[in-house]
């Protein structure tokens, strides 16, 4: 069974920065592709950012790139994002996610061909 965790989150004035980090385990880590989503108090989960299995292709939302950065260590099984200059607006649970399929391409900004959930960590940040 497929399990995703994240760590990471906190309380973070405007401006710093967090490193979220997603371990996962259950199944052959670098076959699918890995996204990380976030949901501030509301009905909709918004996508950040995502990374292809191999890690050679990266998409991010157009409201965090420059800012923000997904990563993946197929070694350690585990998935990053690093997020520098947040701002008051970035506070929400932010969320790990695996895709359904080995070898599947992204399909930048849909939760639809993610299966696999984490259980969220918070992120806040202070004005």
């Known amino acids: 069974q497929v399990q995703l965790v994240e760590s990471g989150g906190g309380l973070v004035q405007a401006g710093g920065s967090l490193r979220l980090s997603c371990a996962a385990s259950?199944?052959?880590?670098?076959?699918?592709?890995m996204g990380w989503f976030r949901q501030a108090p509301g009905p909709e989960r918004e996508f950040v950012a995502a990374i292809s299995w191999s890690g050679g292709s990266t998409y991010y939302a157009d409201s965090v790139k420059g800012r923000f950065t997904i990563s993946r260590d197929n070694a350690k099984n585990t998935i990053y994002l690093q997020m520098n200059s947040l701002k008051p607006e970035d506070t929400a649970v932010y969320y790990c996610?695996?895709?359904?399929?080995?070898?599947?391409?992204?399909?930048?900004?849909?939760?639809?061909?993610?299966?696999?959930w984490g259980q969220g960590t918070q992120v806040t940040v202070s004005s």
């Open positions: 996610a695996a895709d359904r399929s080995p070898y599947a391409t992204v399909v930048a900004g849909t939760d639809s061909q993610y299966n696999y």
């Open positions: 259950g199944r052959t880590f670098s076959f699918y592709a």
